[in-house]
């Protein structure tokens, strides 16, 4: 890539060619590739829909809202250009979207049928919030003063929903209206969106409301601490819910649910370590059962994603290696295939 770069500036500043036309055609090629170096697009092909649609599986017949939202956000967070990707399923999802703020899994009984609403769509608290940034960190400056006009009904929508799952006894968000539990990774997703929307809408020229939305994360990071952790223990618990063994070793959802609050960004207590150190504690305690792929059916990218962001390239490396043959298998979704190809072009 730098030899690429220095040949583009060779060309321009010198001219240098036996004809004119291919000086124009290097230099066009040249432009192309240096933007692609910037930021690779997002190849959502076999699990994105003409209409916009994103399946679960590549050439499924299921769209999981909050694995195609989840998706496009992990890719965009390591460096992915997902504006294309991203804006057709805004289009796809936003009309399908209930008129409480919902959005529900649609299905179809082949390739040429008609989506239709199938069941309740997966982490309901989470999806209303990772749906508002996505939202958000899509918008362009340009809008000036917040979300494009077409967005705010869809956005307003689902920030009514999710205030709807708060609880105010504890402040933090229940999974559904139905289900009346609190999960520490759902709660932890809602923080990072809220903060990810308090930026982008200081981006956006909305002063008040990045005000808003950084309160709103702020009150849940405290939340958060009071409800989800136990006194003389470091961990985190994972639900408000307890199961007969809180001390369950299952790699999902007591290992994974350590890993959210640093890809979230959540603040932690004075005196814990670092997150890169606690992250090198995870990897000593869980690093080979998670890259041997037997304690779950999914390969797990979001583990490879907090180890890149956190700066263990080395980490992000070993999975990319290790996941390669799983791809177009049954334990593979568009989540794992996002940051996949994401973190392969790094």
Not at 163 to 187: C, E, F, I, K
Not at 214 to 241: M, N
Not at 325 to 346: D, H, S, Y
Request: net charge positive; charged share 25%; with cysteine.
């Amino acid at each position: 890539m730098r030899r690429l770069r220095a040949a583009c500036c060779v060309l321009r500043a010198t001219g240098l060619g036996r004809q004119r036309a291919v000086v124009v055609l290097l230099l066009l090629a040249c432009t192309s590739a240096l933007r692609t170096g910037r930021s690779a697009r997002l190849d959502l092909r076999g699990y994105q829909e003409p209409d916009g649609a994103i399946t679960l599986h590549a050439g499924g017949d299921l769209v999981d809202p909050y694995f195609a939202t989840k998706a496009l956000l992990a890719a965009r967070a390591a460096g992915a250009d997902v504006g294309r990707a991203g804006r057709a399923w805004v289009a796809w999802a936003a009309a399908r979207q209930l008129p409480d703020g919902r959005f529900e899994r649609q299905c179809r009984a082949h390739a040429a049928a008609p989506w239709s609403r199938c069941w309740d769509a997966d982490a309901d608290d989470a999806l209303a919030a990772l749906w508002l940034e996505l939202l958000h960190e899509l918008a362009p400056s340009r809008s000036g003063g917040g979300l494009p006009l077409a967005w705010r009904p869809s956005a307003e929508s689902a920030e009514r929903h999710l205030a709807v799952l708060r609880d105010p006894s504890t402040g933090v968000y229940r999974v559904s209206r139905t289900q009346p539990a609190a999960l520490l990774m759902d709660n932890v997703e809602i923080y990072g969106a809220l903060a990810a929307v308090a930026r982008a809408r200081r981006r956006l020229g909305d002063a008040a409301g990045a005000e808003r939305a950084a309160a709103q994360a702020d009150t849940l990071a405290a939340a958060i601490g009071r409800v989800f952790r136990r006194p003389g223990r470091r961990a985190l618990v994972v639900s408000t819910q307890q199961s007969p063994d809180d001390s369950a070793a299952a790699f999902y959802p007591y290992a994974v649910a350590e890993l959210y609050p640093w890809l979230a960004g959540l603040p932690a207590p004075a005196g814990e370590p670092s997150p890169r150190e606690a992250f090198a504690r995870w990897l000593a305690r869980h690093g080979e059962r998670w890259l041997a792929f037997t304690d779950d059916p999914y390969p797990w990218g979001l583990v490879a994603l907090t180890a890149a962001r956190l700066g263990d390239g080395a980490t992000a490396r070993r999975w990319l290696d290790r996941a390669a043959p799983l791809r177009g298998t049954v334990r593979w979704n568009v989540l794992e295939e996002a940051i996949f190809q994401a973190l392969g072009r790094k």
